[in-house]
T-cell receptor, first 112, second 112 residues
Framework: SQQGEEDPQALSIQEGENATMNCSYKTSINNLQWYRQNSGRGLVHLILIRSNEREKHSGRLRVTLDTSKKSSSLLITASRAADTASYFCATEDNFGNEKLTFGTGTRLTIIP | DAMVIQNPRYQVTQFGKPVTLSCSQTLNHNVMYWYQQKSSQAPKLLFHYYDKDFNNEADTPDNFQSRRPNTSFCFLDIRSPGLGDAAMYLC???????????FGPGTRLTVT
């Protein structure tokens, strides 16, 4: 399977703390994306980082990409109860497949 | 607001009774995707259209078909639903393949 792996599978933290999720993948990529999914809803795109980028910020989100290790991390700073959701990484490989391959996801719970 | 709309949000069908799920978009995106997502799993791509070009995933069962009559609409037909087809079905769009995807809220399919 080319599916990525995310670590941890589940994470519970206190509101206000930082949350870090990691994603590993198997192929050479054009870009890596992070999505959030609230329970029973569709996915929402958070951030896209291209293979020639190493770090990207968006509000309270910070994403890093290490193509030599085929890994990425998503950091959410100053977490809020509304951040409770599942987070998925997704990669576009450079084989011309025209699709994203999603990781297994991390279930994040923010404790008020 | 531009968006991806899925109807119905909840669908109950009987074992073996054909069912059609619909998706429409106001984003004028070239690519439309259908994903199947089972509980606590990553979305699994079934197929996608890039304009009128249909791309079927190798492991998508023949029981699943799709139609894209125009840019705005895409349909998922399940010819003979089995109990194992109960899942959330997500429609997504992107301007071009591999870029940010916009998801609809999903249709929860129950097979009785």
């Amino acid at each position: 399977s080319q599916q990525g792996e995310e670590d941890p599978q589940a994470l519970s933290i206190q509101e206000g703390e930082n949350a870090t999720m990691n994603c590993s993948y198997k192929t050479s990529i054009n870009n890596l994306q992070w999505y959030r999914q609230n329970s029973g809803r569709g996915l929402v795109h958070l951030i896209l980082i291209r293979s020639n980028e190493r770090e990207k910020h968006s509000g309270r989100l910070r994403v890093t990409l290490d193509t030599s290790k085929k890994s990425s991390s998503l950091l959410i700073t100053a977490s809020r109860a509304a951040d409770t959701a599942s987070y998925f990484c997704a990669t576009e490989d450079n084989f011309g497949n025209e699709k994203l391959t999603f990781g297994t996801g991390t279930r994040l719970t923010i404790i008020p | 607001d531009a968006m991806v709309i899925q109807n119905p949000r909840y669908q109950v069908t009987q074992f073996g009774k054909p069912v059609t799920l619909s998706c429409s978009q106001t984003l004028n995106h070239n690519v439309m995707y259908w994903y199947q997502q089972k509980s606590s799993q990553a979305p699994k791509l079934l197929f996608h259209y890039y304009d009128k070009d249909f791309n079927n995933e190798a492991d998508t069962p023949d029981n699943f078909q799709s139609r894209r009559p125009n840019t705005s609409f895409c349909f998922l037909d399940i010819r003979s639903p089995g109990l194992g087809d109960a899942a959330m079905y997500l429609c997504a769009t992107s301007r071009v393949p591999g870029e940010e995807q916009y998801f609809g809220p999903g249709t929860r399919l129950t097979v009785t």
